[in-house]
């Protein structure tokens, strides 16, 4: 292999976190790579605007799995706004790096989360859009 891994993808890709799914989930998301076909999905418990519990599956290589486990260790206990705001770019942070060649393993993880919140916001009867856009823009003073 032309590449190595940070310590912390090797661990989260073989003790990876917060695996399996979770029963009446308040969001699931599902994604796959446009890259490769690889497939993730997420189930997430959200009380009173936070992340109380998430859990993942993700048929995918070692660097989805691994950016899978840490962003579901990012979200968890966290606020909605706090998810929403979870970029590739800091999963891949937490990690201590990606090889170039596995950045768009990366993406998977920021989106199924994105799409269970979506998911979530059209359970509660909400249209996801107008709020996803609102937290982008207050996010940008
Ligand atoms: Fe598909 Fe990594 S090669 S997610």
């Known amino acids: 292999m032309g590449f190595t891994y940070s310590e912390k993808v090797m661990d989260h890709f073989?003790?990876?976190?917060?695996?399996?799914e979770i029963e009446n989930a308040d969001g699931i998301g599902e994604v796959g790579?446009?890259?490769?076909?690889d497939i993730m999905k997420i189930y997430l418990k959200i009380d009173d605007?936070?992340?109380?519990d998430v859990k993942f599956k993700t048929f995918g290589c070692g660097a989805a799995?691994?950016?899978?486990?840490?962003a579901t260790?990012?979200?968890?206990?966290?606020?909605?706004?706090?998810?929403?705001?979870?970029?590739?770019?800091?999963?891949?942070?937490?990690?201590?790096?990606?090889p170039p060649?596995?950045?768009?393993?990366s993406v998977l993880a920021e989106e199924a989360i994105k799409s269970a919140l979506s998911d979530y916001y059209k359970k509660?009867?909400?249209?996801?859009?107008?709020?996803?856009?609102?937290?982008?823009?207050?996010?940008k003073h």
């Not at 790579?33 to 076909?37: D, E, I, P, R, Y």
């Not at 605007?49 to 109380?52: A, F, G, H, Y």
Request: charged share 25%.
């Open 14 to 20: 073989a003790n990876p976190r917060n695996v399996g």
């Open 49 to 52: 605007n936070t992340i109380t």
């Open 73 to 98: 260790e990012l979200i968890k206990g966290k606020s909605i706004d706090n998810a929403l705001n979870l970029t590739n770019k800091a999963v891949m942070e937490a990690l201590d790096g990606l």
């Open 124 to 139: 509660q009867g909400v249209d996801p859009e107008p709020i996803v856009g609102k937290i982008e823009d207050s996010d």
């Open 101 to 105: 060649v596995k950045v768009h393993c």
């Open 65 to 70: 799995i691994a950016t899978s486990s840490m």
């Open 33 to 37: 790579n446009s890259k490769c076909g």
